[in-house]
């Protein structure tokens, strides 16, 4: 006996059913192999109604039921009767496209609902069901080109640049990187100037997010023949497609030179003519050529070297300009002469060696290109290069000098200001003091035991050079008076060059210090022009004829002192500073038995007022003259009972310092 929904009570019905809902596999994406079934659908069927099915016999449905398609728990579509269908195998359950606009993951499921037996109660199906809409092209706004070598992209597809699979096969390798909105499925296509090749890639069950490579075949490189852009590059791309058949714009295109045919093989390798004797030095990496200041790299010349032809060189890791040939080197050897700056020369040298003496391998090497295309790349030369010197690191190699070694500077005789040779003092020796130390912070000794320093004048040597023996003491010497003599007047630079011998005889190295401008000044400008000054005038000096000038109590108290004139001289101006000394004695002879307490030092400094002239009122009659007049106080002279005075001045200006003459006079003040 057979039973049916309509003999069990409505408390038995089923809460759940376990038929499932069947997409068309023409609607569904393709699966990449051993990845589970996810129902995405193709995009190519958005504009049409997808149709979903639904085994009708295992519903046992009877006449006024109804099936409801669900997404996500809400109905998606209309209520179906399944009384048209009664007769079939399936169900048909539309949905439109306009209720699958979004991009998602839509989770369906359907609710049958019982119009008869049990009328009004319902029942669901699987609620793990679900199919995936996807309009978006993978790559987002903006696809990076395919990746090559370096060196590739820099100098073209040569046959030493291809690689081989296990077949012997050559092809050119390019990776694709991990882009926006990479999955699983995905498809990567090659274009070759905009057009399709037969080159791609297949984004594996779990590999998004993995690069992945492309492989350009010999055959279909070389098919492609010369390019007609100006560049004369072909442009490689990659477009994108996912499961969905969404396709993406081109990417960007990584443009290259195809140069599997032209070349020059037997180029010889570049000459440094530093390296002749077997170490690039400070001298050889200074050479100078055209202005420019380096090592010298030579270009050998070869026949099929052409006029236009250039040559792209480099020194290590640095590639300098390519260098055209023009008509005088073809045929010529070397073909041109090129300068490594001395500063890229030096920073490589020292990224190595750092400040220690060693010997360290550089690279100079070159290729010839024609029109852009490289013909040929020799092996580079290897020289070898040692920079150690005194100072420790240049910090600025681009100059001349060795900025942390700190100039030099030159005191002149009797004390000043360093690096100004008053005028009164260019008939001394000077001396010239060259710090042992660095300018770094904290210093550090310049030179070692061994070194050799020796001092120039304008770009001559004052003397020999002389042999450090104390690391870290200042070095000093002497600037003869005949070089002070010859430089004045003048503002003349000063600096000194150390010197240190390497390990490996007889190679040595040389530093050269920051210049320092010394002022020579001219005698002719020191105030009286070279001439002593005059002596001073004792005002109250005469004491009647026929009697020697003195100073009496009367005059010593009078006015709170006594004064003297000083008179103009010759280069006499405001802001000369006068140093004036009064002393007095307790003998009639000047100089002898000085009282210390009657000592007396001060100074004064000459005012615009000074230079306008006045009335000389100790001579008759009075004549205009320029003069200063200064007191000395009276408890200095009454220190003096019995004796004499004497009074000194010295008038300084910028250019020096001359002395005046003494001025004496007998002094009693014992009262």
């Known amino acids: 006996m057979t039973t049916s929904r309509d003999d069990f009570p409505a408390s038995a019905t089923p809460t759940e059913l376990t038929e499932r809902l069947r997409i068309p596999e023409a609607a569904l994406a393709p699966l990449p192999a051993g990845m589970p079934a996810d129902n995405l ?9 997808l149709v979903l099915l639904l085994a009708r016999a295992p519903l046992q449905v009877k006449a006024r039921d109804t099936v409801q398609l669900l997404d996500d728990g809400r109905p998606m579509g209309a209520d179906i009767l399944v009384d048209p269908f009664l007769g079939d195998t399936d169900i048909p359950l539309p949905v439109s496209p306009t209720d699958r606009t979004d991009e998602r993951i839509y989770r369906i499921n359907y609710r049958v609902t019982y119009g008869s037996g049990d009328p009004g109660n319902t029942v669901t199906g699987p609620d793990d069901q679900q199919f995936i809409v996807d309009y978006t092209a993978p790559g987002g706004d903006e ?54 090749v037969p080159v791609g890639a297949d984004v594996g069950y779990l590999e998004s997010g993995m690069a992945k490579e492309l492989r350009f075949p010999r055959a279909l490189l070389e098919s492609l023949g010369v390019s007609t852009e100006p560049d004369g590059k072909h442009g490689f791309a990659i477009g994108l497609v996912d499961r969905a058949g969404n396709r993406s714009s081109l990417s960007h295109e990584q443009r290259l030179l195809l140069r599997l045919k ?38 050998p010349g070869h026949d099929a070297i052409k006029e236009g032809d250039t040559v792209v060189w480099w020194w290590n890791t640095t590639e300098f300009p390519p260098v055209s040939v023009d008509a005088s080197g073809v045929g010529a050897d070397p073909l041109m002469t090129l300068v490594a700056p001395y500063e890229r020369v030096y920073d490589d040298w020292f990224l190595v060696a750092g400040d220690t003496d060693r010997n360290v391998a550089a690279e100079a090497g070159y290729r010839v290109e024609r029109q852009g295309r490289p013909l040929g790349e020799p092996d580079p030369a290897r020289p070898q290069v040692n920079l150690f010197g005194p100072g420790g690191r240049d910090p600025n190699p681009s100059t001349p000098e060795h900025e942390r070694l700190q100039p030099p500077s030159v005191q002149p005789a009797g004390g000043g200001p360093v690096n100004v040779i008053p005028g009164d003092a260019i008939d001394e020796d000077a001396t010239a003091i060259i710090p042992g130390v660095t300018a770094d912070n904290p210093p550090i000794p310049a030179f070692r035991p061994g070194d050799s320093v020796q001092f120039f004048w304008d770009g001559i040597p004052v003397d020999a050079p002389f042999v450090v023996t104390t690391a870290g003491r200042d070095v000093t010497r002497t600037v003869p008076a005949a070089t002070l003599t010859a430089h004045s007047p003048g503002t003349w630079n000063v600096h000194y060059v150390a010197t240190r011998k390497l390990a490996l005889a007889p190679f040595e190295n040389a530093a050269r210090s920051s210049a320092q401008a010394v002022d020579v000044m001219d005698v002719a400008d020191i105030p009286g022009g070279g001439a002593p000054l005059r002596e001073a005038k004792w005002l109250e000096g005469p004491a009647g004829s026929g009697v020697p000038d003195q100073i009496d109590y009367e005059k010593a108290v009078s006015d709170g002192g006594t004064p003297l004139r000083i008179y103009g001289y010759e280069n006499i101006g405001a802001g000369d500073t006068l140093r004036m000394v009064f002393q007095g004695y307790r003998t009639t002879t000047p100089g002898t038995d000085p009282i210390p307490e009657s000592r007396y030092e001060f100074e004064y400094e000459v005012l615009p007022q000074d230079l306008t002239p006045k009335q000389d009122d100790s001579v008759s009659p009075p004549v205009p003259a320029v003069f200063i007049d200064r007191n000395i106080p009276t408890e200095y002279l009454l220190y003096i009972e019995y004796g004499t005075a004497t009074f000194n001045y010295t008038a300084t200006n910028a250019s020096g310092s001359a002395a005046a003459k003494q001025a004496w006079i007998y002094v009693a003040t014992r009262h």
């Open 262 to 299: 032209e070349t020059i093989d037997d180029l010889l390798p570049p000459r440094v003519p530093g390296a002749t004797d077997g170490l690039v030095t400070e001298s050889d990496a200074r050479a100078s050529l055209a202005g420019t200041t380096g090592a010298l790299v030579e270009i």
């Open 41 to 49: 659908l193709l995009a190519s069927v958005q504009d049409d109604t």
């Open 143 to 196: 696809i990076a080109h395919p990746e090559f070598a370096a060196d590739v992209v820099a100098d073209g597809v040569t046959p030493d640049r291809l690689s081989t699979d296990p077949d012997g096969n050559e092809y050119l390798p390019a990776t694709v990187a991990p882009y926006f909105f990479m999955r699983d499925g995905d498809r990567i296509d090659a274009f070759i100037d905009g057009q399709p």
